[in-house]
């Protein structure tokens, strides 16, 4: 079955407010097996809303409306429907009376125009609004619901439940498998998978996040067998490269090793002033494992809070291989991570140009340092510099679980 959702609002299309009802009623129609066909964006006007519904029946099974069943002048969803039907505008007596019960209950005048909110297309099935004021409706394949999300939230599920069982529908719902990668370019990784992405049953993406590549496949979920297969292949090819399989980003990965491996962690930043800590403290339970954050941004500071010895500084600089080997070899955890680096977008030189960094690793006795340029604003060096340190930490953990 396909859906295609119409989302209504002008505010959507000026920038005034993001759309996020539309990932929400994806990831609710995957679960029922229904496919989102597309989706479209129209501004609060009768004729455009219906010319967006002439479109969509054209094309899909079930179309859903999200926005414009309010009170105002510009909710307009229930007229334009009315019209594409050629039906008229009702109110049932039993909803009038339910909805003024609402506003008395929450001692809020009940004005003219509040009937709005409860009127339905002539033949219309309504579905009560439990944590606002607009009924949800359904008629002709189509569906409509208010665009205030905590509204649409209740409102969904419930219709999607009673238009499953009123089709009955054999759900096979979509199976989606998402691996999480990083250290490979977009390119790179298209050019490594692409013989294995033939099957014309299965969708194939490559999402870019500030935290890595996602690899998506989706498919339905008899297919599942299918896609596990090819999942497979994509791990004997990228190796630790996939760093996640389940959605768990960088930061939770290495706090995960380190509840395993009992193990605690510390971090010294220069360049990223804090950015790694904040990372990691973002983790819910990082407290059980992460003791101490320091940001040595001077290097008087890398000298008292961290031991680097001065000779070392004056020698080979603040950003350098030697400085980021005292400085994570001077935290006193097992675990620990340092950055020394140059961020930009001034005081680069030939020698020591803007973007170069310095990671220092250790996990007990095993100490690395990585050597990166990064590319990009003051703000992308500093993330991705994050994202580095913390996938190179990774990869050492798993050295010692060998």
């Known amino acids: 079955m396909k859906a295609i959702l119409i989302l209504v609002g002008t505010e959507l299309l000026n920038g005034g407010m993001l759309d996020t009802n539309s990932i929400y009623m994806a990831e609710k129609l995957n679960s029922y097996g229904i496919l989102i066909r597309y989706k479209m964006v129209v501004k609060?006007?009768?004729?455009?809303?219906?010319?967006?519904?002439?479109?969509?029946?054209?094309?899909?099974?079930?179309v859903i409306i999200s926005g414009g069943l309010g009170p105002t002048i510009d909710d307009l969803t229930k007229q334009a429907i009315a019209r594409y039907l050629d039906k008229k505008l009702i109110i049932d007596e039993e909803e009038l009376i339910e909805i003024k019960n609402k506003f008395k209950q929450k001692n809020i005048k009940f004005l003219e125009d509040n009937k709005k909110e409860v009127e339905k297309v002539e033949g219309a099935v309504s579905f009560e609004n439990k944590v606002g004021m607009a009924s949800?409706?359904?008629?002709?394949?189509i569906a409509c619901f208010p665009g205030v999300p905590r509204e649409l939230y209740d409102l969904f599920p419930r219709f999607l439940k009673w238009y499953?069982?009123?089709?009955?529908?054999?759900?096979?719902?979509?199976?989606?498998r998402n691996l999480l990668t990083y250290g490979i370019p977009e390119s790179y990784l298209n050019n490594k998978l692409k013989r294995f992405f033939t099957n014309t049953n299965i969708d194939y993406e490559f999402l870019i996040k500030d935290y890595g590549i996602i690899i998506r496949l989706q498919s339905m979920e008899s297919n599942k067998n299918l896609v596990e297969k090819i999942i497979k292949k994509i791990y004997n090819e990228l190796g630790t490269n996939i760093f996640s399989s389940n959605n768990m980003k960088l930061?939770?990965?290495?706090?995960?090793?380190?509840?395993?491996?009992?193990?605690?962690?510390?971090?010294?930043?220069?360049?990223?002033?804090?950015?790694?800590?904040?990372?990691?403290v973002g983790v819910p339970g990082a407290s059980k494992f992460y003791k101490e954050g320091l940001i040595t941004y001077s290097n008087s500071s890398k000298e008292k809070r961290l031991g680097v010895n001065k000779k070392t500084l004056e020698s080979y600089g603040a950003v350098s291989f030697e400085v980021a080997k005292e400085m994570v070899k001077g935290l006193s955890t097992d675990v620990g991570i340092s950055i020394t680096g140059v961020a930009g977008p001034d005081g680069g030189t030939k020698e020591k140009p803007v973007g170069l960094v310095y990671i220092g690793l250790k996990v007990k006795e095993n100490v690395k340092v990585i050597k990166k340029v990064f590319k990009g604003s003051r703000e992308e060096v500093?993330?991705?510099?994050?994202?580095?340190?913390?996938?190179?930490l990774k990869e050492l953990l798993s050295e010692g679980s060998n």
């Open 382 to 392: 500093r993330k991705k510099t994050v994202l580095c340190s913390l996938f190179y």
């Open 136 to 141: 949800g409706m359904y008629i002709s394949g």
């Open 44 to 62: 609060d006007d009768i004729e455009e809303i219906k010319t967006a519904v002439n479109l969509a029946k054209k094309s899909g099974d079930l």
């Open 251 to 280: 930061e939770e990965v290495v706090l995960e090793m380190l509840r395993e491996r009992k193990l605690t962690l510390s971090v010294a930043e220069s360049c990223t002033g804090g950015m790694l800590s904040s990372k990691i």
């Open 164 to 176: 499953s069982e009123k089709k009955k529908l054999e759900i096979d719902k979509v199976y989606i």
